[in-house]
T-cell receptor, first 116, second 111 residues
């Protein structure tokens, strides 16, 4: 079955540690995204990638890093520089559009990160 | 910049209709979407409407678009307990294909 998989579902991190969240898709989508979700704040874009080996910062990129070495994979590292990392993280993918228009994003099930 | 606004909560009785509202600022929006997020899960596309349409109906769902007022609504007829979720409004501006998200409306169903 085609889909987008995030792992782990729950992650605990000690203060000062870096952690990496996994996101894999087998939908053959060019574009991938990382969002952070906090209660009452909707989805805030952290990073996105439209093509392999290229990615751009979103609205809240500070304290995060990504890589896009393969089309299928877009891991997110939450670094110790991120001051308030406890949140629900969502990965999404979509087909790359050649011109503005209809965009359907497919989401993973999310990773809940808690700093202990 | 572009902005999408929604109320954070809506409470309705089981069997009643739910109407979730959304306003947006970008008049060049090409598509507007409703996504549904069940507890502890990712989002799924529920329905969408192209900007040259006024209304779209799909079974229990009705989407209304008022381009003049930049107002989008989602009506769920005969609301059931399985409709409990957070509903996100989103748009794609004409300038790019990024999705601009509202904060989400949590739909609470009362028995």
């Amino acid at each position: 079955d085609g889909g987008i998989t995030q792992s782990p579902k729950y992650l605990f991190r000690k203060e000062g540690q870096n952690v990496t969240l996994s996101c894999e898709q087998n939908l053959n989508h060019d574009a991938m995204y990382w969002y952070r979700q906090d209660p009452g704040q909707g989805l805030r874009l952290i990073y996105y990638s439209q093509i392999v080996n290229d990615f751009q910062k979103g609205d809240i990129a500070e304290g995060y890093s990504v890589s896009r070495e393969k089309k299928e994979s877009f891991p997110l590292t939450v670094t110790s520089a991120q001051k308030n990392p406890t949140a629900f993280y969502l990965c999404a993918s979509s087909p790359r559009q050649s011109s503005p228009g209809y965009t359907e994003a497919f989401f993973g099930q999310g990773t809940r990160l808690t700093v202990v | 910049g572009e902005d999408v606004e929604q109320s954070l909560f809506l409470s309705v009785r089981e069997g009643d209709s739910s109407v979730i509202n959304c306003t947006y600022t970008d008049s060049s929006s090409t598509y507007l979407y409703w996504y549904k997020q069940e507890p502890g899960a990712g989002l799924q596309l529920l329905t969408y409407i192209f900007s040259n349409m006024d209304m779209k109906q799909d079974q229990r769902l009705t989407v209304l678009l008022n381009k003049k007022d930049k107002h989008l609504s989602l009506r769920i007829a005969d609301t059931q307990t399985g409709d409990s979720a957070i509903y996100f409004c989103a748009e794609t501006p004409d300038s790019n294909y990024q999705l601009i998200w509202g904060a989400g409306t949590k739909l609470i169903i009362k028995p």
